[in-house]
């Protein structure tokens, strides 16, 4: 029966794999609009083209590296005297299907941009079946890669341990992508707007600015490339910690059955995704938000009947169904209450708006403070989906830790349809910037600012449903870890009387604030270099304010691309070297506690980040709307100050604390047969 | 090359120029190797205008091209006491340029805007540039001004505009604030109440007001008068503007 489940696992993958293909070639056929159009959407496909080159080249030179150290390190200590070689062939393989999803992504989004903007002169409706076909090119390549991958290297090797290599792997792409991403797209953003709107005066998405086709190629870095990366990381290695907490089931003879039952879910996932793709449409409301939505939710509750049908049939334990629903509802709440608190409707937005005419600093305490009340429905959702999945587990005679393992993966499950939204949304971004460059009629730029709103509210409801999924995923591998060190003989028993174990927590506390302060003065250190080269660029070519001489576009798409992967260096090392230093010198007990203080800090930080950024930016956006003042009122300098600081906070530092606490995660469990064997203390 | 005359707001100067109204209004506004940059309103003047407090035909004899051929962007003929010394016939069209440089030319009306609301508020463009609120609708506002003033206080010509209170016309007190050109919301308020409970006619909200203002807040339009007449150049409505002129708006929006 297992053997059927990998099968029918590799199937779906590659099933969902050619649809990407086949929507990738549909995109690709459709009209990509006037000359002016593809000449713009043209700078933005080089811009991308041109940033993927240098993350991939950046990727292969980490890749290599950590190949050669984790085929020595695993060579040496293994029995198997291929252990170390297949580790590091499923390493490599994980980090270059993680880059082909997110190749593929970025490819057809820079593709279907112009095309959506075509579209959306013939109406709504193909303009939004257009972008959405396209973001799904990312969602169903992605996790059909993933599923393809996994069971591919469990079928060969029949060794949980080998695919928690192509995880590693996964997650390392992961985090450059998701990282230098963010990077890349605020250092765009926060020039061009400072030079642009504030210095100069000049619109949005304005042809005249320098830094406008950097800015537009960020939109895609940062939420298609970066995000999807961030969520392939997190599908594989919630997949992974389920599989290695397989051999936790007390009754040896079904060990199998439960190490693929996570790929089941996998499975599942992608055939409910799929269907559930085909029935997003826009209805007679004309609301895509609405459309989206109930995609979501379709392929929830399709995705529910399959598990209950699979568990019943099958003869699986119920702990599974059960623990499998609370991570799935858990992710669907989870998702929607972010909306509350980032909705330009909604109370915290408005409030904070209000505020904003008694200046800067009311504006920051308010919507820092709406931030951290963010955290609590989150959390709450974290730690219901947690304790049901655990004791429900542990009731029907299932390790509560395996649970929670399969809380995650019912929560991640349905990442095809939730990555298709979120990748829909840089598409019409960008949809809205080219027609605006490319002069395009009144009717298109309309079609396209409804399409937009949508697109940001499936970007709000991904980044919570991306954090609280991430939060999950490193539980379950904080058990695998501690379940690795069981099986070298070493108990993880976390004591806050044991002073190693107080050190680990702090130090593993520390790491994630420390992490998104690097990237955010990386993202001003960058930003500060490409506002003075725009300011060269307007000041030695008046003819680029008067219209009559293009910008030199390529040279702040360079100096975002350059400045994002290098300032990646630092932060990268610290994910990657910490955890080990941590357990070579300090031991198993204080790596384990470094992993919790880790994961605390990082859930919260990035739940505060992320919501209070996006409520900082809709709140400012409602001033705009001509509240309390409009724009140039003190409401409104208060509230672009606002934005601005959450800019980095939502799109940069925020998101990349799923992958830093998942990458420290995997290197813990991966490492965790050498650091037993080998510590200091 | 033909040279044009242009009386500008911002600040107020009698220009000679080569260049027509759009180059000339994104010329004013971005600048050329100078750099200066600024929202600009000026005023096309008929070419045949002349007055003995301007030499305007030496002005017209120095706008020559430039060696390489490009046409002479500006010669200033006079940047004192320009308005009152222009008369209102030889005033052609109005040009609204952006930060940005983006120009807008609006046509006179022979109509004035139909009054709506019981407060108004004035930004006076020039000679001075104060922030005013009123219970006069413009073309009362005006006579007090310039025709019939009831106090010292006498300009001998003046532009201004109606921008919008949006529901603090009607209800100061509590009216929600909407897209307001002025940031100290609880002293407008207050001007405003003033209005209702003291037997003023005009109360001044800020003495200092830059001359510049949001296009956007803009409610009926600009006005043009002096001792002889009013003009009225009417601001069209922002469905139209985005609909006709989408450029323009969206810098006017900013």
Request: charged share 15%.
């Amino acid at each position: 029966m297992e053997n059927f489940w990998l099968i029918l696992a590799l199937c779906s993958g590659l099933l969902s794999v050619g649809l990407a293909v086949w929507s990738y070639i549909w995109v690709n056929r459709q009209d990509p609009g006037t000359k002016e159009a593809q000449r713009v959407a043209a700078w933005i496909r080089r811009g991308a083209i041109s940033y993927l080159r240098k993350l991939y080249s950046a990727l292969i030179m980490v890749a290599v590296v950590l190949a050669l150290i984790i085929a020595i390190v695993f060579g040496i200590n293994a029995k198997d005297p291929y252990y170390g070689f297949k580790m590091a062939v499923a390493f490599v393989c994980g980090a270059s299907l993680s880059a082909l999803a997110g190749y593929m992504g970025m490819t057809i989004a820079v593709s279907a941009n112009v095309r959506s903007a075509t579209a959306a002169e013939k109406g709504l409706n193909p303009a939004f079946n257009l972008a959405f076909r396209a973001g799904s090119v990312m969602g169903l390549a992605m996790i059909g890669i993933a599923v393809t991958g996994m069971s591919t290297i469990y079928m060969l090797t029949r060794q949980p341990e080998i695919v928690l290599g192509f995880s590693f792997g996964a997650s390392t792409l992961a985090l450059l992508a998701k990282a230098g991403g963010g990077i890349y797209t605020k250092t765009a953003d926060i020039a061009a707007d400072l030079v642009g709107k504030v210095e100069i005066g000049i619109p949005e998405d304005d042809p005249r600015n320098p830094a406008v086709i950097a800015d537009n190629v960020g939109d895609n870095v940062g939420d298609v490339a970066g995000m999807g990366a961030d969520i392939f990381d997190s599908y594989v290695a919630s997949s992974v910690a389920v599989m290695l907490l397989g051999i936790s089931v007390p009754n040896v003879a079904e060990q199998v059955k439960y190490t693929v039952f996570p790929l089941v879910l996998c499975t599942l996932g992608i055939f409910a995704s799929i269907i559930g793709l085909q029935l997003v449409r826009v209805g007679k409301d004309g609301k895509p938000g609405r459309a989206l939505n109930s995609g979501t939710i379709i392929t929830c509750l399709l995705f529910a009947a399959m598990v209950v049908a699979v568990v019943l049939l099958g003869g699986y334990n119920l702990g599974v169904l059960w623990a499998a629903l609370a991570g799935l509802t858990a992710g669907v709440i989870i998702g929607f209450t972010t909306d509350y608190f980032t909705g330009d409707d909604k109370p915290p937005v408005v409030e904070t708006a209000r505020v904003s005419g008694s200046g800067s600093a009311i504006n920051i305490i308010t919507g820092f403070s709406y931030g951290l009340i963010s955290i609590v429905p989150s959390i709450v959702g974290i730690v219901a989906a947690t304790l049901v999945s655990y004791y429900l587990a542990e009731s029907f005679g299932l390790s509560g830790v395996y649970g929670v393992g399969v809380s995650a993966v019912g929560m991640l499950a349905v990442s095809g349809m939730i990555v298709s939204a979120d990748a829909y949304g840089p598409i019409v971004d960008n949809a809205r910037g080219i027609a605006e460059m490319a002069g395009m009629s009144e009717r298109v730029i309309d079609t396209a600012d409804v399409l937009d709103a949508a697109g940001n509210t499936a970007k709000a409801i991904t980044k919570g449903f991306a954090i609280s999924a991430a939060a999950l995923t490193v539980l379950a591998l904080f058990a695998a870890y501690a379940s690795e060190m069981e099986a070298e003989g070493v108990k993880v028993a976390l004591s806050l009387r044991n002073p190693l174990v107080i050190a680990g927590i702090f130090l593993g506390a520390m790491t994630p604030p420390l992490f998104s302060a690097l990237t955010m003065l990386s993202v001003t250190r960058n930003a500060f270099d490409m506002i003075e080269e725009i300011r060269r660029q307007f000041n030695t070519n008046p003819g680029i304010l008067a219209g009559t001489a293009e910008p030199d576009y390529e040279t702040c798409v360079a100096l975002a691309a350059q400045g994002a992967l290098t300032s990646l260096i630092l932060p990268a090392f610290l994910a990657v070297v910490l955890p080990l230093i941590v357990g070579f010198v300090m031991g198993p007990e204080a790596l384990g506690a470094f992993l919790g203080g880790a994961i605390f800090t990082g859930i919260i930080f990035a739940l505060l980040m992320a919501n209070a950024g996006g409520l900082w930016d809709n709140a400012k956006k409602y001033i705009e709307s001509g509240m309390f003042g409009g724009k140039g009122s003190e409401a409104h300098k208060a509230g672009v100050v606002g934005d601005t600081v959450g800019d980095p906070f939502k799109d940069t530092a925020g998101p990349s604390l799923n992958t830093l606490i998942t990458v420290m995660s995997l290197v813990s469990s991966l490492f965790a047969p050498v650091i037993a064997a080998f510590h200091l203390f | 090359m033909t040279v044009h005359l242009y009386l500008s707001l911002i600040p107020e100067a009698l220009i000679a120029s080569m260049l027509d109204p759009e180059e000339f209004g994104a010329y004013y506004a971005v600048g050329s190797a100078k750099k200066s940059r600024g929202q600009a309103i000026f005023f096309e003047v008929d070419p045949s205008f002349r007055h003995e407090y301007f030499d305007i035909d030496e002005g017209i004899r120095r706008c020559v091209p430039h060696e390489d051929g490009t046409p002479k962007a500006s010669i200033y003929i006079s940047v004192y006491r320009v308005l009152e010394h222009v008369s209102l016939d030889a005033i052609m069209k109005l040009y609204l340029v952006t930060q940005d440089g983006r120009t807008l030319g609006l046509d006179s009306s022979e109509e004035l805007p139909e009054e709506t609301g019981k407060l108004h508020l004035y930004q006076e463009i020039a000679p001075v540039h104060p922030l005013v609120v009123s219970t006069l609708g413009p073309r009362e506002f005006y006579e007090l001004i310039v025709k019939y003033p009831t106090t010292l206080l006498k300009l001998p010509a003046v532009c201004f505009v109606e921008l919008s209170l949006g529901a603090l016309a009607d209800d100061p007190e509590r009216g929600e604030v909407g897209d307001l050109p002025y940031a100290n919301i609880p002293h407008l308020r207050q001007c405003l109440i003033e209005l209702r409970t003291k037997s003023v006619h005009t109360k001044m909200v800020n003495r200092i007001q830059p001359a510049t203002f949001p296009y956007r807040t803009i409610k009926s339009g600009i006005f043009l008068g002096n001792q002889e007449k009013l003009l009225f150049f009417p601001m069209p409505s922002q469905e139209e503007l985005r609909a006709k002129h989408y450029r323009w708006w969206r810098s006017a929006n900013m």
